[in-house]
Each structure stands twice: as C-alpha cells, then as structure tokens.
C-alpha cells in the first residue's frame, strides 16, 4: 500500500487478518512538516492571546520550538472563558501526535500556570516538580485559580522553572515508595 502524502505514520487502524470496510482507513499519515499544536488555554490567557503572537512549544523530550498562533476559538459549552489554540512551529521539529506543552510570554506580573496534573498533594501540601540536575524535587506551592486543565500558581514558582506535568503523579508515586521503603529499614 502508498500512502498519497509523504509522511509519518502516527496511526495504524488495520490488523494482521483483520478487515476494512470499503473506504476505511487502514492508517493515518501526518506529514511532519504541516504539524499544528493545538491545546486549550485557561481564561486569563485566553484573553491576551492574539493570532500572529509567538509561544515557546516544549517537546516531551524537553526539546523547544517556537510557534506562531493561527487560532484562537471559545471553547464550546464552557463558561470559564478558556479557549481553544492553534499554532504552526516555526523551527525545530515536533513529532505529530506527541503531548506538548506551550508557554507565552504576558506581561510582567503575570502568574505562573501549570497543567493542573502537575500540581500534586504531598503530606497534605500542594506542590509541583521542579527538575534539577539530580532529578526532580517537590516544591511546595500555592495554587489559585484553575480551569480548562490549568492551575494558576500564586507563589512558590517564579516562571522559569522546568517542571513535570504529565507524569507527576508518577514521580510522587515513587516519592511515596521509597518514603514507605525507608520506614521499613
């Protein structure tokens, strides 16, 4: 089989012995070149988001690209004010379907805001995982107002931090374990 566009596949619908209907698709195809980031924005970032304005677009490996918004759109049935976005990287490369995350420049005296999984409980205090040279560490924070998946970060970040978003939950996981593995000893 060809595919009409070259590309990546990111997709595969078909299985060895399986069937497809006539018409169906056996694979998506992405072509690396025409990627789009899209994600949903929290309402106070929303609102100071422009077409044409540049975000700084962090890969999962921690690789970073710039991108320029094409779209910003309400989010349908939400009254928070969140909004949906649309940039295209300008350089480096993303890989189609990888979770990202995006940040924008506001201006001075903006707060922070994280995904609001990256914000964990940690002996009944909220922190966040700030990576380091030896790993990941928990910083305990103050967290404010959330929405559309985001938590705004009143103090304890400064901005400039790298932190776990996606898989926080994890780190505090083996937090936990070696905490329970000590107490065993």
Avoid: C, W, Y
Wanted: charged share 15%; glycine share 14%.
């Amino acid at each position: 089989m060809r595919s009409p566009i070259a590309g990546v596949v990111t997709a595969v619908q078909a299985a060895p012995g399986g069937f497809i209907a006539q018409g169906g698709a056996v694979a998506t195809v992405a072509d690396p070149a025409a990627v789009e980031v899209v994600f949903q924005a929290p309402a106070e970032a929303a609102a100071k988001l422009r077409v044409g304005a540049v975000l700084k677009v962090i890969g999962p490996d921690g690789s970073e690209a710039e991108a320029e918004i094409v779209g910003v759109a309400p989010m349908a049935q939400d009254t928070t004010g969140a909004a949906a976005v649309r940039a295209r990287p300008r350089n480096g490369r993303l890989t189609p379907g990888a979770a990202v995350s995006a940040a924008v420049a506001t201006e001075a005296g903006g707060l922070p805001t994280v995904p609001a999984e990256a914000v964990q409980s940690l002996n009944g205090r909220p922190v966040v995982f700030i990576a380091g040279p030896d790993g990941f560490r928990a910083r305990p924070v103050t967290p404010g107002r959330s929405g559309a998946g985001m938590t705004q970060i009143v103090a304890g970040l400064s901005g400039d931090e790298k932190i776990a978003g996606r898989g926080a939950f994890v780190l505090k996981a083996e937090l936990s374990k070696g905490a329970a593995e000590h107490a065993g000893h």
